[in-house]
């Protein structure tokens, strides 16, 4: 991580702060440190390189909001099967965990630096990590290895009028998503929370950063 490249200024909810973001992307890098380093000793491909874009980014995604209330402790993983937001206020619905729920944090992780989606137009406090790495095309690909890094953190408190409706071609069988506005996406921007200058950034819109729940 670029440890000077924290926002100290940047507005989370729910009591967690800047510190309880860096410690679970560090818990990340020294998972899947561990996991490739694992995987190189039985002559097996990196994590990133084996598993399909859409899945590596769904687990970057579940790690950081299994991890983020091992740090942050008034905020806890939506115990509620494909409950909504991801992580609740600690104590604040029954067995901490709710369908839908109006408080908490939703997380996302892409590759790409816009063009995050979900399901619905709903509101939420949105926090989307985005990140650099492999894929398992790059070896067909000729793409040369390089490590994961983690490009930036942003989040915002999104409402209904913050989505769009992304829409799909009459042949397509991608299911029917909602994409963050160019206006939202300017909001999560003013409230970074984490940026790493030497990352190269990705333009492209992802396509895989869909939540698979």
């Known amino acids: 991580l670029n440890k000077s490249g924290f926002n100290l200024a940047a507005q989370i909810p729910c009591g967690c702060a800047i510190e309880h973001i860096q410690q679970a992307m560090e818990a990340f890098l020294e998972f899947l440190g561990f996991i490739n380093t ?8 990196r994590l990133e390189s084996m598993l399909m874009p859409a899945n590596f980014s769904s687990m970057v995604g579940e790690f950081m909001t299994s991890t983020i209330p091992k740090f942050c402790h008034t905020i806890v993983k939506n115990n509620y099967h494909n409950g909504h937001p991801d992580m609740l206020p600690k104590d604040m619905y029954q067995d901490n965990a709710a369908l839908h729920a109006p408080e908490g944090i939703e997380v996302k992780a892409s590759r790409y630096l816009r063009g995050w989606q979900g399901h619905n137009p709903e509101k939420v406090w ?34 209904k009028k913050d989505w769009a409706f992304s829409g799909r071609s009459k042949t397509s069988r991608r299911t029917i998503t909602a994409s963050v506005t160019r206006s939202s996406f300017a909001k999560m921007e003013d409230n970074w929370i984490y940026r790493d200058a030497q990352a190269k950034l990705i333009t492209t819109e992802d396509s895989n950063s869909v939540d698979p729940s």
């Open 38 to 45: 694992q995987l190189h000793s039985k002559g097996i491909k």
């Open 126 to 159: 949105l926090m989307v990590f985005v990140f650099e790495s492999n894929t398992v095309r790059d070896i067909h690909l000729g793409i040369p290895a390089k490590p994961f890094r983690f490009v930036k953190v942003v989040g915002a408190d999104l409402t």
